[in-house]
């Protein structure tokens, strides 16, 4: 889907910016962080929220009903915005303006409605324009609100948040496959402490959204954030998306990425393809268990030895090598963890160079990538095996991926990003720690190197150094070790110089 905005000369392609993607942008719009749905130019990196995409130039407001306002791209410094009473920056987004009366709205406060009916009360409720401090009758969160909603109905003491106030019944998540109800706290299955799969937080409010078929569990303001809920009664052909009814999600929606040329029987007497005519390439490849010390994945561009089965599959007229994993592939990919549209298996990305930036780990990469059309997103093949739930064994609980839009520090590395988050203590890990290799091979070196958790000595900490760029490391960082010749790294040194290599 593209829009041709008014302001802008290229035209906007759909966008979607997770929580787990590491560089997002600001709207060009309202200048907030965008998160979920969007528009973006693939030529200069304008960006508007779909909300504020499709705002119109000229608008009748019932703040100003005597002039029509207009949109402006350079909005005026130093006026008061007559909703918000905040000064309006011409750096800082659009706004509204009636030039004969020096009338000012900013672009999201002219969408704020003066009333509504929501779909949780039995009346209307109307705008207070007033700082108040309450508990919210809907996510039952005590806090002082600018813009609270109160019911209209003078024997009804209904008040609720405004964001709170546009919360339908039903919703459907970008990140889970089933619709979530509103519900209310004790009809939830009480057997489970309920954590929020979104923020990986206690859900202690009144009322959460909530699937019971899978025990799937959040807080209203985090289900229904703004570009990462989906409109349930959209018709699928407008929306982009693939949706199942009421079935479970297989991610893998397409056929075999390979035609098998031979079988063999092996253990328990399972057939396994033996020889293979694989898509990403042009000679048939047959199954492998020959130690190989060097050599490179072309799916994942890792050394074929980081796999934990020996069986890899390689071509026979030249050096091409498959991991087994890398080979079943599926060529098409929904994964509503990381992206809310069909992939596409690609063997070169199609950029004019090979490489690409992997949108949800951040490395470069040179090898096979799920692509999305429609918005130009990037997975590399380790980040496409990601879930929602991780148990890793660098850590004795299991982890899960926070889609707060907030970054947070890795505990394994102190950088800061999208993280897998413990339910049972503070520990954190970032996307690009939870997808290290657990051994790697580091060039002439026989042995591997295995992802070592803690410090391998009692050194002091300024006496930890790296032997590949002999700078200092962090005791308290993740490093890769070789026992047999006594030797740390770092793990960015081990894989820029491992993975990305041909």
């Not at 000064?87 to 672009?107: E, M, P, Q, V």
């Not at 109905?153 to 019944?169: D, E, G, I, N, Q």
């Not at 496959?177 to 954590?195: A, E, G, P, V």
Request: with cysteine; charged share 25%; aromatic share 10%.
């Amino acid at each position: 889907m593209e829009l041709q905005h008014f302001f802008h000369p290229h035209p906007l392609a759909s966008a979607y910016y997770s929580t787990v993607t590491p560089f997002r942008r600001s709207c060009d719009g309202c200048a907030d962080e965008i998160l979920g749905f969007s528009y973006r130019c693939q030529i200069c990196y304008f960006n508007l929220h779909k909300s504020c995409g499709e705002q119109p130039h000229e608008l009748q407001h019932p703040l100003h009903p005597q002039h029509p306002l207009i949109l402006l791209e350079e909005s005026p410094d130093y006026e008061l915005c007559y909703f918000c009473n905040k000064y309006i920056d011409r750096f800082r987004g659009f706004a509204y303006n009636c030039s004969h009366c020096n009338f000012n709205l900013h672009l999201k406060c002219a969408s704020i409605p003066f009333t509504l009916k929501p779909e949780f009360h039995d009346h209307p409720l109307r705008l207070l324009r007033k700082s108040v401090s309450f508990t919210c009758d809907a996510c039952g969160i005590k806090d002082e609100d600018m813009y609270s909603y109160v019911c209209t109905t003078h024997t009804c003491s209904f008040m609720v948040h405004r964001k709170c106030a546009a919360l339908p019944l039903t919703l459907k998540h970008t990140s889970h496959h089933h619709n979530l109800d509103l519900t209310h706290s004790s009809q939830l299955n009480q057997s489970h402490r309920q954590i929020c799969r979104l923020c990986v937080k206690k859900v202690d409010t009144d009322r959460a959204y909530y699937c019971s078929k899978c025990n799937f569990v959040a807080h209203l303001v985090c289900a229904a954030r703004e570009g990462e809920t989906e409109e349930i009664k959209k018709p699928l052909e407008s929306t982009g998306i693939l949706k199942k009814e009421d079935s479970e999600l297989d991610e893998s929606i397409d056929s075999l990425p390979y035609a098998v040329k031979k079988m063999k029987i092996g253990e328990d007497k399972i057939e396994i393809p033996e020889e293979i005519n694989h898509f990403s390439h042009q000679h048939d490849l047959k199954l492998t268990e020959e130690l190989l010390n060097n050599e490179q994945c072309g799916g994942c561009m890792l050394p074929i030895s980081t796999s934990p089965s020996p069986q890899f599959y390689s071509c026979a007229q030249c050096k091409f090598f498959l991991h087994k994993s890398c080979v079943e592939l599926p060529i098409k990919k929904l994964h509503p963890v990381l992206h809310p549209h069909l992939l596409t298996l690609f063997t070169k990305t199609p950029y004019p160079n090979s490489g690409f930036s992997c949108d949800v780990c951040g490395r470069s990469c040179n090898g096979f990538a799920y692509h999305c059309k429609e918005c130009g997103f990037d997975v590399d093949v380790q980040c496409s095996l990601i879930s929602d739930i991780l148990k890793h064994e660098g850590h004795e609980h299991p982890l899960i991926l926070s889609r707060a839009p907030s970054s947070e520090n890795c505990s394994c590395c102190d950088n800061s990003g999208r993280v897998f988050k413990c339910i049972d203590c503070e520990f954190t890990l970032d996307v690009k720690c939870a997808t290290l290799p657990h051994t790697m091979r580091y060039r002439h070196f026989e042995q591997p190197f295995k992802l070592c958790y803690k410090a391998e000595d009692d050194y002091e900490d300024d006496e930890y150094y790296c032997d590949i760029c002999e700078k200092k490391r962090n005791p308290k960082h993740w490093f890769y070790y070789c026992v047999d010749m006594s030797f740390p790294a770092h793990p960015n040194c081990i894989l820029e110089k491992s993975r990305y290599k041909k």
